[in-house]
């Protein structure tokens, strides 16, 4: 449960990317994958194993309450003088002539069957009332981690949606940028032709359509992996390319948050009852100084011949037991558990500061996102119009090509840098909403 999802802003995909033509293609919402991931997303399926774990953790303790019942079967021969004697006696059949002291001395080969029902009954453990207290409070901890676990995958869904989102606008600059280069290196290509311009001016024209074709190259691979990080997020074996049934949008409505961290997050309830849990532990600990009650009871049958029960005889009792001292092994065990609460206990306190922390760094970043977007939008709206003008004085042979050139690739530049400044802002979003939830 400790540190931060910081993993979660890891992504897995990048800027560039585009449909490939040999895949279908499948039109999906977000809620598509959101309403997978509880019953097929690999983490989420854990996390629950592992809080279904903890609650069978919780049965073993019961133990401290209900009694153990044993049976067992017993065959054996033999000449000892004593076991042949009580052996006797246990079946019930001595007789006058068994006191016989060579008899006594030298028995003859006694056969014996014995079968116990065994029954013990803890009264009084004091530490295993603590320790069921410590598996009860762990167990709501891993159900509280599984739970943040959840909300964890469905930001990473949320995520990964909208960098499949942001692959797609990528694909619509980069083909509006390919299409502007073959217009270049056509008008390139005409103007020399009628001795415009030079050589150099047509080469540098079709290196730079080289150069976006290339982009356009890498982009249909990364486009690819998105959709196939989207299917092993909902373990979807479908043989297609997801494709976002609406485009990546700025939103800047107002976010609904508190000022400050709340308690009742599910990590921080879950850091706080492991910590609880060790305190308990250490109550145990402490408690096996202690002593223990338990009654017993045993109801014996036995017999010369197998399965057979002629006598019969019980014993019960309470025992009372007090370990006082074992070499120093529960003082160390009582020393150990407390440091180890001290650490769960500092570690809870320092997960509630430091997720107060990135949370007022997040509400930061949000602010510095949102004047990127309009930063952005801004230098977009500048590039167009130096683009058309010089779009326009070139044809008018005004301009020279490497000047249309780098104009053109500066506006494609914006306009990506202006998708991935919606993109980092939306997401910042969403994870100041995973912080507060």
């Known amino acids: 449960m400790h540190r931060t999802y910081r993993w979660l802003l890891l992504g897995p995909c990048f800027l560039f990317a585009t449909i490939a033509s040999a895949q279908d293609s499948l039109e999906v919402t977000n809620e598509y ?40 079967y017993t065959a054996m021969t033999t000449t000892n003088p004593l076991m042949a004697f009580g052996s006797k006696l246990n079946q019930s059949i001595l007789t006058s002539a068994d006191f016989n002291p060579d008899l006594l001395n030298d028995p003859e080969r006694t056969d014996n069957f014995a079968t116990e029902i065994e029954v013990l009954q803890p009264l009084i453990n004091v530490d295993g009332f603590y320790q069921r207290s410590a598996a009860k409070q762990k167990t709501e901890a891993m159900k509280l981690k599984a739970e943040r676990t959840f909300e964890g995958i469905q930001l990473e869904t949320k995520k990964a949606y909208m960098q499949l989102q942001l692959a797609y606008e990528a694909v619509n600059v980069l083909e509006r940028a390919k299409d502007a280069a073959e217009a270049s290196v056509k008008m390139a290509q005409d103007f020399f032709d009628v001795g415009f311009i030079q050589k150099p001016d047509l080469l540098e024209a079709q290196v730079y359509l080289a150069d976006v074709e290339n982009k356009m190259e890498k982009a249909q691979s990364q486009l690819i992996y998105c959709s196939d990080y989207l299917k092993f997020l909902v373990r979807d074996t479908l043989d297609v390319i997801y494709v976002p049934n609406e485009p990546l ?117 949000l602010a510095v996102a949102r004047g990127n977007v309009a930063n952005q939008e801004l230098a977009v709206q500048q590039y167009r119009e130096a683009y058309s003008i010089r779009k326009d004085r070139y044809e008018e042979g005004l301009e020279k090509t490497s000047d249309l050139l780098i104009t053109e690739a500066q506006l494609f530049q914006k306009e990506m840098a202006y998708l991935q400044a919606v993109f980092e802002y939306q997401l910042t979003r969403e994870y100041i909403n995973f912080l507060t939830e």
């Not at 903890?54 to 303790?61: D, F």
């Open 33 to 72: 994958f959101l309403s997978k991931i509880s019953e097929s997303n690999w983490q989420v399926i854990l996390s629950q194993k592992e809080a279904a774990a903890a609650q069978a953790g919780v049965k073993q303790t019961n133990a401290v309450f209900l009694p153990q019942v044993g049976l067992s």
């Open 249 to 365: 949008t700025f939103e800047d409505a107002e976010l609904d948050y508190n000022p400050t961290m709340s308690t009742s997050r599910a990590d921080i309830q879950a850091m706080n009852l492991s910590a609880e849990a060790m305190k308990n532990m250490h109550q145990a600990s402490k408690s096996s100084f202690l002593p223990r009650v338990n009654a017993f009871g045993r109801y014996q049958m036995y017999d010369d011949e197998i399965f057979q029960a002629d006598a019969t005889g019980y014993l019960v009792g309470v025992q009372l037991s007090w370990k006082l001292f074992n070499g120093y092994q529960s003082l160390g065990q009582n020393e150990k558990s407390r440091l180890q609460y001290e650490v769960a206990k500092t570690e809870a306190d320092q997960y509630v500061s430091t997720s107060q922390l990135e949370f007022e760094q997040q509400v930061r970043n």
